[in-house]
């Protein structure tokens, strides 16, 4: 298993400013993912995030928009740049090391752009 | 493509009769598919987990589900509905490559009556 944390856990953000989300892991892990979650729906794929080499986006998500950090096997950064009030969501890192083992999620950060 | 649908958006049932939520995916080979749960401002928590192995799956609190390929179903159940079972519960498949980037379905809202 993996024990995951996010930093922070919930903030209120003026548009306009810029977020970093951060996630470090209790163990060395080859993938990690980053999801958004918008209010009542379920959890999108924004990109994953790959140590040593740029982050893989999903259609409809940029990295201008998205930028990812990756610096080593625990940790990694998701910013949500330039902010509106329509990327207010709850932001969710995961880990996972194959495809029929269990995904392992962060608590999550609530985001509210004001 | 893989893709998950879950057939109903929200489920009322009475505490202590059955709970049936149901899943049907899309997959193009031998799927890996999941059941989590998301308790209001809380992680997602693994309840099952299928991998190819039997295809009745048990998991925690009494949840089970069985994988049943001529139908292209995955769904939850469990005997006894709790009250502490209410929660939205999301049905994942697993996208084809090497590491467990995983597609999730739109929900399902399980409300207890007492």
């Known amino acids: 298993s993996a024990v995951i944390s996010q930093k922070p856990s919930r903030d209120i953000c003026q548009r306009g400013t810029s977020l970093t989300i951060q996630c470090q892991v209790d163990?060395?892990?080859?993938?990690m993912f980053w999801y958004r979650q918008q209010p009542g729906q379920s959890l999108t794929l924004i990109a994953t995030a790959n140590q040593g080499s740029e982050a893989t986006y999903e259609s409809g998500f940029v990295i201008d928009k998205f930028p990812i950090s990756r610096p080593n096997l625990t940790f990694s950064t998701l910013t949500v740049s330039n902010m509106s009030p329509e990327d207010s969501s709850i932001y969710l890192c995961?880990?996972?090391?194959?495809?029929?083992?269990?995904?392992?999620f962060g608590q999550g950060t609530r985001l509210t752009v004001v | 493509a893989q893709s998950v649908t879950q057939l109903d958006s929200h489920v009322s049932v009475s505490e202590g009769t059955p709970v049936l939520l149901r899943c049907n995916y899309s997959s193009s080979y031998s799927p890996s598919l999941f059941w989590y749960v998301q308790h209001p401002n809380k992680g997602l928590q693994l309840l099952l987990k299928?991998?190819?192995?039997?295809?009745l799956v048990k998991g925690i609190n009494g949840f089970e589900a069985e994988f049943k390929k001529s139908e292209t179903s995955f769904h939850l159940t469990k005997p006894s509905a709790h009250m502490s079972d209410a929660a939205e519960y999301f049905c994942?498949?697993?996208?084809?490559?090497?590491?467990?980037?995983?597609?999730f379905g739109s929900g399902t809202r399980l409300s207890i009556r007492p």
């Open positions: 163990s060395q892990v080859t993938m």
């Open positions: 994942v498949v697993s996208r084809y490559s090497s590491a467990s980037k995983i597609i």
């Open positions: 299928y991998t190819s192995a039997a295809t």
């Open positions: 995961s880990v996972g090391e194959g495809r029929d083992t269990e995904a392992f």
